[in-house]
């Protein structure tokens, strides 16, 4: 059983950064792949960023070049960056675990989740 639970979530106007926090606990944290994922009101919930056991990363391309995902092993937290941030952004963002080892998309995919930290950006 894995536990998340993320922070950092808040209200920004446009163009501004935000950095989230998920910390874990239980399982064997460095072997997972972790992941980012955010749902707008009325959107399917999708994959922002992942991070996998090598440092392998995802991203999707709409938040390439202006999202970093990172990890701390020895922490157990796993980071999202985020920079230059647009009101699209907008959005409940959820940590996630796939006890695999290749990065997937999908969310039923993923076996634990985070309650979910809100993202305002105000245009």
């Known amino acids: 059983q894995v536990h998340l639970v993320e922070s950092g979530g808040g209200l920004v106007q446009a163009g501004g950064s935000l950095r989230l926090s998920c910390a874990a606990s239980?399982?064997?944290?460095?072997?997972?792949?972790m992941g980012w994922f955010r749902q707008a009101p009325g959107k399917e919930r999708e994959l922002t960023a992942a991070i996998d056991r090598n440092g392998g990363r995802y991203y999707a391309d709409s938040v390439k070049g202006r999202f970093t995902i990172s990890r701390d092993n020895a922490k157990k937290m796993v980071y999202l960056q985020m920079n230059i941030l647009k009101p699209e952004d907008t959005a409940v963002y959820y940590c996630?675990?796939?006890?695999?080892?290749?990065?997937?998309?999908?969310?039923?995919?993923?076996?634990?989740w985070g309650q979910g930290t809100q993202v305002t950006v105000s245009s």
């Open positions: 239980g399982g064997t944290f460095s072997s997972y792949v």
């Open positions: 996630a675990v796939d006890a695999g080892v290749v990065i997937y998309r999908a969310p039923v995919r993923y076996d634990y």
